[in-house]
């Protein structure tokens, strides 16, 4: 049974920062890629950033140049740098991680862990 656990979170006054971590335990294959999702109350869940196998990122739009996604795909771990923090940035923060096997799809998610930035 794959598991992520995520850590990092807490509350942060805007401009400051936080790190977030996730780790992947259960899962003897690596995954194509893993990422972080944030949802705010009464809002949708959306994409924050990936990284993938080879590297490469993709961030939101409005994210980008703030927060840094970096990965050790290898080892099922990822970790979310996120700076100059807003109070628009406040939301229950996800790991999420995805391979595919056999042909079939597989996505898993973390509990989440809430990020609050106060003005």
């Known amino acids: 049974q794959v598991q992520l656990v995520e850590s990092g979170g807490g509350l942060v006054q805007a401009g400051g920062s936080l790190r977030l971590s996730c780790a992947a335990s259960?899962?003897?294959?690596?995954?194509?890629?893993m990422a972080w999702y944030r949802q705010a109350p009464e809002k949708q869940r959306e994409l924050v950033a990936s990284?993938?196998?080879?590297?490469?990122?993709n961030y939101a739009d409005s994210l980008k140049g703030r927060f840094t996604i970096s990965g050790d795909i290898g080892n099922n771990t990822v970790t979310l740098q996120m700076n100059s923090l807003k109070p628009e940035d406040t939301a229950v923060y996800y790991c999420?991680?995805?391979?595919?096997?056999?042909?079939?799809?597989?996505?898993?998610w973390g509990q989440g862990t809430q990020v609050t930035v106060s003005s």
């Open positions: 999420y991680a995805f391979r595919r096997f056999s042909g079939k799809p597989y996505g898993y």
């Open positions: 259960g899962s003897i294959f690596s995954f194509n890629y």
């Open positions: 990284v993938f196998v080879d590297g490469s990122t």
